[in-house]
């Protein structure tokens, strides 16, 4: 289902969701833990560092069919002669930052040998790669998100030689700069982004045995992490600028392995706690401003049950228990609302409840039935895990043979034992997501996932995913079945296709055999750092005996 339907199949839920959240329709499970959560969220709150970033180079867009999206950046001219030149003639230009950066962008004019008797009318469009300043935006083509993600912002200046910064937080490396309206001649005097970052701390130094290439994606990938890291993990500094579970989870992981910052885990998780839905479900993405609420139309199924091995791996890495205590209803009641899909058959069936969007990846027309299974297996042990650091042995014992009969369940159901892969649908869909999620699960063996890889890899007609969010797990499946090596060449392949194609953080959305790949139907709309994209740096330090040799 696409975004949009499912948003309007929602609406009316969402309806419900308000009356709800106000008290009036429905007991709220969370009552006696809402306020304290809160409390601690905002007590939990990140320290945002400012650095303050000069432009580096003027430079302008070049089209180019070998380069990524058709446009590469050229040189015009240094920093200083553009300074220097009247910015009249220029407009339309590039400057270049240098780096990919996040935070307030701020300009000074100086007049030209006249007396400016006018405003000054100038149109900024932030890019994160060349192609998003070379595209024009409109007409706008449409699709699921909205055009104002982009970044072009029109300004007027009144008084010359008044710093002027831009109300909206940007994330980019390029700003093309463009004149609308003036009198005389005027120069740009200066230009900075104040950038911001919670990330603190430096990540371990590779050792000289890694590899180039590894090196670059590793660099790329804590580049990614450092600008998704806010005041919450946001899932990208352009689009969509909030916390999703499903990138904070990823996230966290690649945090685990280089910064090491798990303050600001511990605060995402309480703030999706804080507001989760009074029947127990958490929503699945969450705003901070004016005040922190959550997304009501938006419930994803596998996300909800991420969000409980989030909190183990937390635990496990913070060694702080007492808050896997403090959100263990949140744990409980994630697994009691997924339990409401799977029958007496052990199937998990999304048709026995209220829709639930059920995600995994933008490919369209992926069937997600045996993802979802595998998800809710990898979950109930993850949290049977938890249940037992935290003492509770009841929920551990339940949960653990409710996974076993689950496992059951799928291998008669989807599994094609002759030819070793799971099969979806009355379509019979072979997909990369099926597979990975049946080896997460321990659904087969590592033996029987290896197999199950290589064919869907080798099949040319498998539905392939079509994010790095999704290869993430195929490379964590790859390591589960011990196909090292594969793993190794497939992230170098996929995550370092991104790098040599001049990524200065790693895109949401990346398809080796399609550079213009968009779910929103507009590819300057996709986000070119994105917080799921990240997790290289998690791999590398995590399997250094992989990775770094
Ligand atoms: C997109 C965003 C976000 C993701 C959701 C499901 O809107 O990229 O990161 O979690 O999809």
Known sequence: MSYISFRIKLSAFSALCAISAAGYAQTDVYEQWRESWMKTYEETMPELKVEIKKPVAAVKGVKDDAAFQGWRMEKAMSI??????????????????????????????????????????????????PSEVCTPFDPFPGGSLARAWLQDETVTVSTVGEPVTIPRRVAFRYVKIELIGHSYDFHFADMQCAATTSASGEPARLPESASEIVRDINRVSLNTLKECMQTVYEDGPKRDRRLWIGDLYLEALANMYSFKNHELTKHCLYMMAALAAPDGMLYSTAFERPKAHPQYETQIADYSLLYNVALLDYTLASKDIETARDLWPVVQNQIKYAQRYVGDDFIYDRQRDRGLWIFFDWTPGLNTDIAIQGAMIFSLKKSAELAKLVGDNDSAAQWIELAAKMREAARQKYYDEKEGVFFAGPEKQLSHISQIWMILSDVVTPKEGAKALKKVLADKNAVYPGTPYANHYLVEAMIKCGM??????????????????????????????????????????????????????????????IFQK
Request: charged share 25%; with cysteine.
């Open 80 to 129: 200083e002669e553009f300074y220097n030149a009247p910015f009249n003639g220029n407009s339309g230009i590039v400057i270049d930052f240098g780096e990919h950066m996040t935070g307030e962008f701020t300009f000074n004019l100086r007049q030209g040998w006249k007396t400016p008797d006018a405003p000054i009318k100038l149109k900024f469009t932030f890019g994160e790669v």
């Open 484 to 545: 090292n090596k594969e793993a190794k060449k497939f992230l170098v392949d996929y995550w370092g296709g991104m790098v040599k194609k001049g990524a200065d953080t790693f895109w949401e959305v990346y398809d080796p055999n399609d550079d213009f790949r968009s779910p929103y139907n507009f590819f300057p709309i996709n986000s070119y750092c994105h917080a799921w994209s990240c997790t290289p740096v998690y791999f590398i330090n995590k399997y250094p005996e």
